[in-house]
């Protein structure tokens, strides 16, 4: 039997637990697409090649953690009443 157990608390449960629910965490940057229409040709090459040159010189964790990371995490029912009324803490 897999085990589970109450990531904030450490309540344990059980998989098919009805005490049991999980939460999903999704954080990515706001930014969105680029509009190279809008730019001419000489700015959008030179703006390619600037953000090129910071992706070679960058640690591919960092780049990840900026653009989009996700988190699962079971908790107890109780624990989900409480990031229901405060979901960021
Ligand atoms: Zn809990």
Redesign the pocket.
Known sequence: MIRYE?D????RLTANDHNRFIVKLEIYAAAGHVDLDTADEGDTSAALDAVLEQLRSADPDEIEDQTYRSFRFD??D??RRKLLKQPLG
């Not at 904030?8 to 309540?11: H, I, L, T, Y």
């Open positions: 109450c904030k608390c450490g309540e908790v107890c109780n624990c």
